[in-house]
């Protein structure tokens, strides 16, 4: 079992940049893979990025391919969401999400561990 803690969030004008982090604790926590998740007000949870527990592979969302970059850093078990040329319509509560079985950006509600979420505003 593992916790997940996120930070980064705030509130950025557009065209601005956000880091967000997620910090993972418990056993192994090397061993899980990560996604990032967003809920905008009204609208259902969507995939954002995720990336296996190797470093070796990587989704992103079409919405977010060429301006996020999910990296991580297993030596201090976390994830980061780097977060460039933001809109309006990135504006989210995000979270990151843990399992040791890859599920992917679609198959959200089969990831084991949840965190609390960061809230993200991008004003016009």
């Known amino acids: 079992q593992v916790q997940l803690v996120e930070s980064g969030g705030g509130l950025v004008q557009t065209g601005g940049s956000l880091t967000l982090s997620c910090v993972i604790s418990g056993r192994h926590a090397d061993l899980y893979h990560i996604g990032w998740f967003r809920q905008a007000p009204g609208k259902e949870r969507e995939g954002v990025s995720c990336?296996?527990?190797?470093?070796?592979?990587?989704y992103y969302a079409p919405s977010v391919e060429d301006r996020f970059t999910i990296s991580r850093d297993n030596a201090k078990n976390t994830v980061y969401l780097q977060m460039n040329s933001l809109k309006e319509e990135d504006t989210a509560v995000y979270y990151c999400a843990a399992d040791r079985r890859m599920k992917g950006l679609l198959l959200f509600n089969l990831w084991d561990y949840w965190g609390q979420g960061t809230q993200v505003t991008v004003s016009p």
């Open positions: 990336i296996d527990r190797d470093d070796e592979v990587t």
